[in-house]
């Protein structure tokens, strides 16, 4: 069963330092997201992306945060001047367009901000 | 915008017991409602949905009820096993849109 893959699984940044965490949706899904995790809180919504462009985006994503899919295939998150309460899981997500509703997590990136 | 609660934080009960774990949401044009099930370190998978458009779902031993009135939905897990213990979140979205707003989670231990 195909599944959303994310690079690095965990990444450890000096803070003020600049990450970009790498996904690559299943294949012909058409949506795509970022939530994350702060450890042991509830998983957040960040953006959603879909035609090359952001359809929507939380009030956590500010302009630390951008979003890209450079290619067919990966979809980036970078975080400019990373900070302390960065640190959490990243999750990748994406949905097909003929399912609903239904999206699928990737396995996530721990992001330690040091 | 939409807000999500859940109910209880943390849940043990005996193997073989049934769990139940419960949401409420606050916006009534929500109409599509996943549950996640999250093991530690992992990704969170989906386990169930329901949409609006009926009030019960089964799947096996699990099932989902909505009560679009009231709004609120529950989680039911009949004939636990030590291997449904994780962490479960609910999560509310207005189909057509593009983001789920989830619940703050339910750490589920059975006890053999």
């Known amino acids: 069963e195909p599944e959303v893959t994310q690079t690095p699984s965990h990444q450890v940044t000096q803070m003020g330092q600049e990450v970009i965490l790498r996904c690559v949706p299943i294949s012909n899904h058409l949506y795509f997201y970022w939530y994350r995790q702060i450890l042991g809180q509830k998983v957040e919504f960040l953006v959603s992306f879909y035609n090359n462009e952001i359809s929507e985006k939380s009030e956590i994503f500010d302009d630390q945060f951008s979003v890209e899919r450079p290619d067919g295939s990966n979809f980036t998150l970078k975080i400019r001047s990373t900070k302390l309460e960065d640190s959490a899981m990243y999750f990748c997500?994406?949905?097909?367009?003929?399912?609903?509703?239904?999206?699928?997590f990737g396995e996530g990136s721990w992001l330690t901000v040091v | 915008g939409e807000n999500v609660e859940q109910h209880p934080s943390t849940l043990s009960v005996q193997e073989g017991d049934s769990a139940v774990i419960k949401c409420t949401y606050s916006?009534?044009?929500?109409?599509?409602f996943p549950w996640y099930k999250q093991e530690l370190g992992k990704r969170p998978q989906l386990i169930i949905d329901?949409?609006?458009?009926?009030g019960e779902k089964k799947d096996q031993r699990i099932a989902v009820t909505l009560n679009k009135t009231a709004k609120h939905f529950s989680l039911h897990i009949t004939e636990t096993q030590p291997e449904d213990s994780a962490v479960y979140f609910c999560a509310a979205s207005i189909e057509g849109t593009y983001k789920y707003i989830f619940g703050t989670g339910t750490r589920l231990k059975v006890l053999a």
């Open positions: 997500a994406s949905k097909p367009r003929d399912r609903g509703n239904t999206i699928y």
């Open positions: 916006d009534s044009a929500s109409n599509y």
């Open positions: 329901i949409r609006s458009n009926v």
